[in-house]
């Protein structure tokens, strides 16, 4: 790759962790300008995908397409094909547009692999859009509850309702109280020209125990986060950009809860210490949310928490 493999924000954290020499030789390694012919394979196979876009106010969202498996297609090692529109309620409905940057993330729960591939919209149509690869690179399994999904086709002929408001209602907060895992959009807002293949947006996995979001009364979020594979794509585009989408998912009745907040790294304390195994902590204030009742077309096994 002739860009930076790393923008400032990841690089800014990788050397505040200790960790940037390190990245330095095995990120141009490891993050390609090519999809590997297993991640081509990888995606062809998934019944969802998760999305990170942008808004036209600069809003980060995390978003999810369901389609039975076989609805992306690698037409070659640079480029997916998605035969899939956005769901109801998505804000993905507004910020699909040719040209914006996207970030995907594929992701198996049941075997625990999950791939990322960032890249740039094209050729919207009726039908779907396809997206040019910026980067692509494999995530470890480390915090995904193995659940299997199924998609239910039936599910079509349900309108879902939307609720939305500037502050998480009591439905939004038992589903952030109970979930063991959540999906979250950043954006890089910095020099893109600069940047290069580094720019654009990043969609990432959390997971822990149920309940391992602490919900505040004053709708701010508390999350721990684990030590992973030291990239720092999240945290980096934090470091530069504090707002994010996070995206939770009712795995028994398929709603959908999409937030915008804004976030802020906790490095050390006494707070980190309490959160058990916790390297540092995401706090992140909620500033409207979106909640789309038995919105997603897929059902889930049961789910088995890892090691």
């Not at 995606?43 to 369901?66: H, I, N, R, Y």
């Amino acid at each position: 790759m002739n860009a930076p493999t790393f923008h400032e924000g990841e690089r800014a954290v990788q050397a505040r962790v200790g960790v940037r020499e390190r990245l330095e030789q095995m990120g141009p390694r490891v993050i390609r300008d090519f999809m590997p012919d297993q991640h081509r394979a990888f995606f062809e196979q998934l019944p969802f995908v998760l999305a990170g876009t942008v808004d036209a106010g600069g809003q980060p969202w995390a978003s999810v397409l369901a389609q039975p498996p076989g609805f992306i297609r690698s037409p070659d090692p640079q480029h997916l094909l998605l035969r899939a529109r956005p769901l109801r309620g998505d804000p993905l409905q507004d910020t699909l547009a040719d040209g914006a940057p996207i970030g995907l993330l594929g992701i198996e729960p049941h075997t625990r692999r999950r791939n990322r591939m960032n890249g740039v919209v094209q050729g919207v149509n009726a039908s779907g859009f396809g997206v040019a690869l910026s980067q692509s690179f494999g995530n470890c399994p480390k915090y995904i509850q193995a659940r299997e999904p199924v998609y239910v086709k039936e599910h079509l002929s349900i309108q879902p309702a939307v609720h939305t408001a500037t502050q998480l209602d009591d439905a939004a907060r038992r589903m952030v109280a109970a979930a063991d895992t959540l999906f979250i959009a950043t954006a890089y807002a910095g020099d893109s020209a600069q940047a290069g293949r580094a720019a654009g947006v990043d969609v990432s996995h959390r997971g822990g125990k149920p309940g391992f979001v602490r919900v505040d009364a004053d709708d701010t979020l508390t999350v721990p986060d684990f030590i992973g594979n030291f990239f720092f794509n999240t945290l980096g585009n934090i470091a530069v950009n504090p707002r994010a989408g996070l995206l939770f998912i009712d795995f028994d009745r398929g709603d959908l809860l999409y937030l915008a907040v804004t976030a802020d790294i906790i490095w050390d304390g006494p707070e980190v210490r309490s959160f058990a195994g916790a390297q540092r902590l995401l706090r992140f204030k909620v500033q409207s949310m979106r909640r789309v009742e038995n919105s997603l077309p897929l059902r889930w096994g049961e789910a088995e928490l890892p090691p």
